[in-house]
């Protein structure tokens, strides 16, 4: 009797057809498994060229280019109206800081505080209250460009200098406003 090629290989004849068999299996798998894909990619082409013809898609098509052309136009001019808002702010007091304290000894619960308030170039005032048993004293020093005509005590520093370091989120001085292509 003649060898066969398998058994010159070392591999028994049951062994080569169950592999077979199992690769037969896996690749029917796959080709379902890709039909189905392909049949719902076609039902989805036959959807979409339902009832169009070549001109037809081709206006679908510019008429959605035409609304994102729109929708670029009105972002970039949303973009600027932010960019003239935020310009506008620059006077506006954006910082601030609060520091409470005791003025005195024997006070408790921290109800004297020095408030600061500046505008993006550091400009704006500091209010100091100390409140006393009897009464209550309000002092209100003017800030410009982060510094005091008069002298400043610890608290008023503190604040001041918690304000001053406080950045603009939004902002920037050197930013153009309005976009050019």
């Not at 003649?2 to 080709?31: H, N, R, W, Y």
């Not at 052309?69 to 003239?84: I, P, S, T």
Request: charged fraction near 25%; glycine fraction near 6%.
């Amino acid at each position: 009797m003649k060898e066969s090629f398998l058994t010159k290989l070392g591999i028994s004849t049951d062994a080569a057809v169950t592999v077979l068999l199992v690769l037969v299996v896996v690749f029917l798998a796959l080709m379902v498994f890709w039909l189905v894909k392909y049949i719902k990619i076609s039902r989805g082409y036959d959807l979409f060229m339902r009832g169009k013809d070549a001109s037809s898609l081709e206006n679908t098509i510019s008429g959605l280019i035409g609304r994102v052309e729109k929708l670029e136009q009105l972002e970039k001019a949303d973009k600027d109206v932010m960019r003239l808002f935020n310009r506008s702010l620059v006077n506006s007091y954006q910082k601030v800081a609060v520091i409470r304290y005791n003025a005195f000894e024997g006070m408790g619960g921290q109800s004297s505080f020095v408030l600061a308030m500046l505008d993006l170039n550091n400009n704006g005032f500091l209010l100091n209250v100390i409140h006393s048993r009897n009464t209550c004293y309000t002092y209100l020093k003017e800030i410009k460009e982060g510094q005091a005509e008069v002298v400043l005590g610890n608290e008023e520093r503190m604040a001041l200098m918690q304000a001053v370091k406080k950045k603009d989120r939004f902002f920037d001085p050197d930013e153009e406003v309005l976009e050019s292509e």
